[in-house]
């Protein structure tokens, strides 16, 4: 199982128009063959939190390949900032 979290830090004045690109990306990921979970959480602070769990590698590989995640990879660079991946720790 892939488990991460990737953390979007909206460019400033874009924090709408980055909720508005991202709401599609995270509705037709959580139905794809493979997804476990694909959750977004956001604050006040124009930061968004995708947190995401795959069955495998390859599920992973074709949400990547996906029109709907290479559509908003187009748009991102308009809106956001930074962009940092997560992976879980594992402990134990």
Known sequence: ????????FAKPH??????DALTPL????RIE?????YDLH???????V????WESQAALDAHEATP???????KAGALV??????PLVKIG
Not at 1 to 8: L, N, R
Not at 42 to 47: I, N, T
């Open 1 to 8: 199982m892939i488990e991460f979290s990737v953390v979007i």
């Open 14 to 19: 874009q924090e709408e128009t980055l909720l």
């Open 26 to 29: 995270v509705k037709a990921s």
């Open 33 to 37: 063959q493979g997804a476990i979970m």
């Open 42 to 48: 956001s604050c006040e602070d124009g930061v968004f």
């Open 50 to 53: 995708i947190t995401e769990k």
């Open 68 to 74: 709907h995640f290479k559509g908003f990879q187009d």
């Open 81 to 86: 900032e930074k962009v940092l991946r997560l």
